[in-house]
């Protein structure tokens, strides 16, 4: 690495939500404080503080990271310093290409000032080191998610009711649990559309009914009572998926449903649906919306009766479901009687 007369450094600092726990020695402004004042100690110039807070160390692709590297790239910064290797990544692998390839085909000098990791100073065993520190970061990560599962499971199977908001028609109650408490306004809604499923009319009729008479989809009714706008993106219109994932909802029936999904490994947060065996199931835990019967009769027409398609305009026509069904199964004789023949 050539050698830097003036310095301008870049300051990063980490915290997830699981090192909260650790309390005030890993918190934001601790870190800042240290490294601002070992900046200062040190005569560099201190161009920016780059802050992910609630991110975990294993994701890389957080916000201040990506940051950090576009200002380094393009020369703003010419000096990186963390507290400790930790806060700036607790992916082995991704750590290490980082210190050992990218940052030294740009220039830049790294520090982790609590592994006394200075990439300035290649003699130090603290380079050495390095990879087994790393190693070690990873297997801490590994073995909080492991812990945290375990707990978020046994709460699971407890009935404790883990969710950030009810589904629509049921709000958070106030119980050690929070299991679901019957909205009195939306839960109408939701009984009605397993009504009109049950009676044979479809998805798309159902979504256009709601829309037509002006029933406010569940995320703008969500926000509308907290009384602010719904900050998703969103057509604002009941779709036939809404209505489907309702239909197929267990919750309605006053059991709790949990675990449903899950991410890839704890360094991959991608998350994808879990198999129906590794779902967690509580049954009668809180009011049912609909009853056995009534879910029983939606089953029923959705296992008799086909979904039917829209013409070019949009439009389902009644019972087109039934009316396809009907078509195939007269064709099929047909098809038996000309080989009799």
């Not at 915290?15 to 200062?40: C, F, P």
């Not at 006053?254 to 129906?276: A, F, W």
């Not at 389902?316 to 199964?329: C, I, P, Q, T």
């Amino acid at each position: 690495m050539a050698k830097q007369t003036i310095y301008n450094a870049g300051i990063y600092v980490r915290l997830s939500q699981e090192d909260m726990r650790a309390g005030e020695s890993l918190s934001i402004e601790n870190q800042k404080l240290i490294l601002t004042k070992y900046v200062k100690e040190q005569g560099w110039n201190l161009v920016d503080t780059y802050v992910d807070d609630g991110w975990s160390g294993t994701d890389f692709d957080r916000p201040a990271v990506q940051r950090l590297l576009s200002d380094a790239q393009s020369g703003k910064i010419n000096l990186i310093i963390c507290k400790d290797l930790s806060r700036f990544g607790r992916n082995y692998i991704e750590v290490g290409r980082y210190v050992d390839y990218i940052f030294p085909s740009y220039n830049i000098r790294f520090i982790a000032l609590n592994d006394s990791v200075d990439t300035a100073n290649k003699d130090t065993s603290a380079l050495d080191m390095m990879p087994i520190v790393n190693l070690f970061n990873e297997w801490h990560a590994a073995s909080t998610s492991k812990k945290i599962k375990a707990v978020i499971e046994a709460n699971a199977k407890a009935g404790y009711y883990r969710t950030t908001c009810a589904p629509f028609g049921y709000t958070k109650g106030d119980d050690p649990n929070h299991l679901p408490v019957i909205d009195p306004d939306a839960a109408p809604i939701v009984r009605n559309i397993f009504e009109m499923r049950a009676s044979g009319i479809s998805p798309h009729h159902i979504a256009d009914k709601l829309n037509a008479d002006g029933v406010p989809i569940p995320s703008d009714y969500y926000y509308a009572k907290l009384g602010k706008p719904n900050p998703r993106r969103t057509r604002h219109m009941w779709s036939p998926e809404t209505v489907r994932q309702i239909l197929h909802n267990y919750t309605y029936l006053g059991h709790l449903v949990q675990l449903r999904t899950r991410t890839v490994s704890y360094k991959n947060h991608k998350v994808i649906k879990n198999d129906e065996e590794d779902m967690i199931v509580v049954k009668n835990t809180h009011e049912p919306i609909v009853s056995q019967e009534l879910w029983d009769r939606v089953r029923e027409m959705e296992q008799s009766v086909s979904q039917g398609k829209r013409n070019s305009s949009g439009y389902v026509a009644n019972l087109s479901g039934l009316m396809e069904e009907l078509h195939s199964a007269r064709q099929e004789m047909n098809r038996t009687k000309n080989q009799a023949i």
